[in-house]
Protein backbone atom coordinates (compact mmCIF):
# COMPACT_ATOMS: atom_id res chain seq x y z
CA UNK A 1 0.00 0.00 0.00
CA UNK A 2 1.51 3.46 -1.12
CA UNK A 3 1.17 5.82 1.71
CA UNK A 4 1.90 9.88 1.95
CA UNK A 5 4.14 11.46 4.41
CA UNK A 6 2.50 14.49 4.98
CA UNK A 7 5.47 16.69 5.78
CA UNK A 8 7.72 15.40 3.65
CA UNK A 9 5.36 14.85 0.58
CA UNK A 10 7.20 11.38 0.54
CA UNK A 11 5.50 7.93 -0.77
CA UNK A 12 5.90 5.21 1.57
CA UNK A 13 5.06 1.59 1.80
CA UNK A 14 3.42 -0.04 4.44
CA UNK A 15 1.23 -3.09 5.80
CA UNK A 16 -2.68 -0.94 6.73
CA UNK A 17 -3.80 -4.76 8.40
CA UNK A 18 -7.14 -4.30 5.98
CA UNK A 19 -8.02 -0.80 6.50
CA UNK A 20 -8.82 0.95 2.92
CA UNK A 21 -8.11 4.56 4.01
CA UNK A 22 -6.71 6.49 6.47
CA UNK A 23 -6.02 10.69 6.73
CA UNK A 24 -5.48 10.77 10.11
CA UNK A 25 -2.95 13.89 10.63
CA UNK A 26 -1.76 13.45 14.12
CA UNK A 27 0.93 11.50 13.14
CA UNK A 28 1.13 12.68 9.52
CA UNK A 29 0.93 10.13 7.51
CA UNK A 30 -2.19 9.11 4.93
CA UNK A 31 -3.11 5.63 2.82
CA UNK A 32 -5.25 4.40 1.08
CA UNK A 33 -6.14 0.79 -0.59
CA UNK A 34 -7.35 2.01 -4.28
CA UNK A 35 -8.81 -1.07 -6.26
CA UNK A 36 -8.33 -0.65 -10.20
CA UNK A 37 -10.77 -0.80 -12.89
CA UNK A 38 -9.57 -1.06 -15.97
CA UNK A 39 -10.82 0.31 -19.00
CA UNK A 40 -13.33 2.23 -16.55
CA UNK A 41 -14.12 5.61 -16.49
CA UNK A 42 -16.31 7.44 -13.67
CA UNK A 43 -17.69 10.07 -15.57
CA UNK A 44 -18.43 13.17 -13.05
CA UNK A 45 -16.73 16.56 -12.57
CA UNK A 46 -13.15 16.18 -11.10
CA UNK A 47 -11.28 18.77 -8.19
CA UNK A 48 -8.53 18.84 -10.35
CA UNK A 49 -6.55 17.59 -13.41
CA UNK A 50 -2.74 17.22 -13.88
CA UNK A 51 -0.45 15.09 -15.95
CA UNK A 52 1.55 12.51 -13.80
CA UNK A 53 4.94 10.62 -14.36
CA UNK A 54 3.68 7.65 -12.62
CA UNK A 55 0.67 6.22 -11.66
CA UNK A 56 1.54 6.12 -8.21
CA UNK A 57 1.60 9.89 -7.96
CA UNK A 58 -2.08 10.15 -8.93
CA UNK A 59 -3.36 7.72 -5.78
CA UNK A 60 -0.92 10.09 -3.71
CA UNK A 61 -2.17 13.31 -4.58
CA UNK A 62 -5.75 11.89 -4.05
CA UNK A 63 -5.01 10.47 -0.30
CA UNK A 64 -3.93 13.96 0.57
CA UNK A 65 -6.71 15.68 -0.89
CA UNK A 66 -9.53 15.17 2.01
CA UNK A 67 -12.00 15.80 -0.76
CA UNK A 68 -10.92 13.23 -3.02
CA UNK A 69 -12.11 9.38 -2.95
CA UNK A 70 -11.10 8.04 -6.36
CA UNK A 71 -9.87 8.94 -9.55
CA UNK A 72 -9.39 8.59 -13.35
CA UNK A 73 -5.91 7.67 -14.79
CA UNK A 74 -5.20 7.50 -18.63
CA UNK A 75 -4.57 3.99 -19.52
CA UNK A 76 -1.74 5.07 -22.22
CA UNK A 77 1.47 7.75 -22.24
CA UNK A 78 0.49 11.14 -24.06
CA UNK A 79 3.64 11.92 -26.76
CA UNK A 80 5.22 13.52 -23.52
CA UNK A 81 5.47 10.49 -21.70
CA UNK A 82 3.31 11.50 -18.93
CA UNK A 83 -0.19 10.43 -17.92
CA UNK A 84 -3.21 12.42 -17.18
CA UNK A 85 -4.91 12.06 -13.47
CA UNK A 86 -8.22 13.16 -13.05
CA UNK A 87 -9.29 13.48 -9.06
CA UNK A 88 -12.30 12.87 -8.50
CA UNK A 89 -14.73 14.00 -5.40
CA UNK A 90 -17.06 10.88 -5.16
CA UNK A 91 -16.70 7.23 -6.40
CA UNK A 92 -18.01 4.39 -8.05
CA UNK A 93 -20.52 3.15 -5.63
CA UNK A 94 -22.05 6.70 -5.02
CA UNK A 95 -22.29 7.38 -8.46
CA UNK A 96 -22.99 3.94 -9.98
CA UNK A 97 -24.87 5.36 -13.26
CA UNK A 98 -21.50 7.55 -13.85
CA UNK A 99 -19.41 4.71 -14.12
CA UNK A 100 -18.78 3.21 -17.31
CA UNK A 101 -16.42 1.75 -20.06
CA UNK A 102 -13.46 3.51 -21.41
CA UNK A 103 -11.02 2.35 -24.18
CA UNK A 104 -8.42 5.20 -22.61
CA UNK A 105 -8.96 5.15 -19.00
CA UNK A 106 -9.17 3.31 -15.94
CA UNK A 107 -10.68 4.04 -12.68
CA UNK A 108 -9.32 3.52 -9.26
CA UNK A 109 -11.42 3.41 -5.92
CA UNK A 110 -10.75 2.98 -2.19
CA UNK A 111 -11.10 -0.71 -1.75
CA UNK A 112 -14.19 -1.86 -0.27
CA UNK A 113 -14.79 -5.11 1.71
CA UNK A 114 -17.10 -7.67 0.41
CA UNK A 115 -20.06 -7.20 2.41
CA UNK A 116 -21.59 -10.98 1.69
CA UNK A 117 -18.66 -12.25 3.94
CA UNK A 118 -19.37 -9.52 6.45
CA UNK A 119 -22.97 -10.25 7.15
CA UNK A 120 -21.59 -13.89 7.20
CA UNK A 121 -19.77 -13.19 9.67
CA UNK A 122 -22.56 -11.36 11.70
CA UNK A 123 -24.76 -14.44 10.69
CA UNK A 124 -22.05 -16.82 12.67
CA UNK A 125 -22.48 -14.65 16.07
Known amino acids: MIITDLITGTPKVINA????????????????????HKFSYLNISSLASDYVLK????????????SC?????????????KILCELL??????NSEKFVSSQIFHHF???VR????IMQLDLNF
Open 17 to 36: RGRAISRGVDNGIAYANFKA
Open 55 to 66: DSECGTTCVSIP
Open 69 to 81: FSFNLAAFLDING
Open 89 to 94: PSDKYN
Open 109 to 111: SIG
Open 114 to 117: NVDN
